[in-house]
């Protein structure tokens, strides 16, 4: 079980280490408590606060990585809900707000990337080609035409 410093878990809430410590204090997080005395949050506490409070995740600081910033528009933030790694592909799939995006990677790259459940991710979508799509009863089809007979 991954367990977050306060500061860890109030930077994922995108709350205040201030914030944090009263929820502590009031009982409105559960922790642990180190031999020393100190409080230690479960990951899966911080996702459950994050899914009841369908809050948007703070933007990503720049932490020693390559890339620092992207031309591509389509960015989305998320926070890895599941890994499912099989020989060299894994899946990736991250929540945003209330929707589910997968992804389909290299092993090599979640390794490299250190991905784990509950870390903050970006999702940059780089297309082609976009479909848009309704429920099926609203579709209505052009009516068929009719065959004419030879004379």
Known sequence: ???????????????????LKQWIYK???????TEG?????????????????GRALPKPRPSGGAIVTLS??????????EIRVEGL???????????SLTAIITRDAVDELKLTRGDE???VIKATEVM????????????ARAKRRPD
Do not use: K
């Open 89 to 99: 592909l894994a899946q990736v799939r991250l929540r945003v707000g209330d929707q």
């Open 132 to 143: 848009i799509g309704r429920a099926g009863a609203d579709i209505r089809r052009p009516p």
């Open 37 to 53: 005395g100190h409080h230690r949050i479960p990951a899966s506490e911080v996702d459950r606060l994050l899914a009841r409070t």
């Open 27 to 33: 009982g409105s997080i559960r922790t642990r408590r």
């Open 72 to 81: 591509g528009r389509n960015q989305l933030r998320g926070i890895v809900d």
């Open 1 to 19: 079980m991954e367990l977050l410093t306060p500061r860890e878990a109030a930077r994922r809430l995108a709350v205040s280490y201030p914030t």
């Open 121 to 123: 991710a970006l999702a």
